[in-house]
């Protein structure tokens, strides 16, 4: 079974600075992989979406790699800003199904 | 823009209650997808449809089933709702297998 490990669990920095969350898993047969961020009480916002083809992806100031053969993923924040404060999880989509295999998540604060 | 809508954002119910979860997307999505959060657990995968009145059983389908007659809503049911029922309820929606999951604002249910 896929296991989906995100590292750290919460992190704290102050505006301005970049940063990178990782996520990691057991499986490289995956289909794709999504990155969401959650703001407290709140469903998920889709951040990012790579295919298993690419290595990695760009909106904004957030960048998402993927490297199969490690079996790790990063999510890149440029500039972060009080904004961008809220839990981002990571979702594997395996080769064969629909269903996606979630991180427990990493708790971002940034403060002024 | 994907637009996925919940029917409640708060409900509370009593215990042995039937209770119904609504869910409906706009952007004519094949796939739906009902998952459940609780703390320390992560978003498990309770039921999911890849088609109208077609349905798969996720991680944690007992003591839930679903009803998914049009192809823009899917419901989630509670026949006899218990308090380890609790937790926030996320309905989410695809184009197809493998494509960008969409998720609404999520319904926190509570039953006393």
């Known amino acids: 079974k896929q296991e989906v490990t995100q590292i750290p669990a919460a992190l704290s920095v102050p505006e301005g600075e970049n940063l990178v969350l990782n996520c990691s898993f057991t499986d490289s047969a995956i289909y794709n992989l999504q990155w969401f961020r959650q703001d407290p009480g709140k469903g998920l916002t889709s951040l990012l979406l790579?295919?298993?083809?690419?290595r990695e992806q760009t909106s904004g100031r957030l960048n998402a790699s993927l490297d199969k053969s490690s079996g790790r993923s990063t999510l890149y924040i440029a500039a972060s800003q009080p904004g961008d404060s809220a839990t981002y999880l990571c979702?594997?989509?395996?080769?064969?199904?629909?269903?996606?295999?979630f991180g427990t998540g990493t708790r971002l604060q940034v403060t002024l | 823009d994907v637009k996925v809508t919940q029917s409640s954002r708060y409900l509370v119910k009593r215990t042995g209650e039937k209770v119904f979860l609504e869910c409906v997307q706009d952007m004519d999505h094949e796939n739906m997808f009902w998952y459940r959060q609780d703390p320390g657990l992560g978003l498990r995968l309770i039921y999911f449809?890849?088609?109208?009145?077609?349905?798969e059983k996720g991680d944690i389908p007992e003591g839930y089933s679903v009803s998914r007659e049009k192809k823009e809503r899917f419901s989630l049911i509670l026949e006899s709702a218990s308090t380890n029922q609790t937790s926030m309820y996320l309905c989410?929606?695809?184009?197809?297998?493998?494509?960008?999951?969409?998720f609404g604002p999520g319904t926190r249910l509570t039953v006393t």
């Open positions: 979702a594997f989509l395996p080769g064969t199904a629909s269903k996606l295999t």
């Open positions: 989410a929606s695809s184009l197809q297998d493998g494509y960008e999951q969409y």
């Open positions: 790579i295919q298993s083809s690419q």
């Open positions: 449809s890849y088609d109208v009145k077609m349905k």
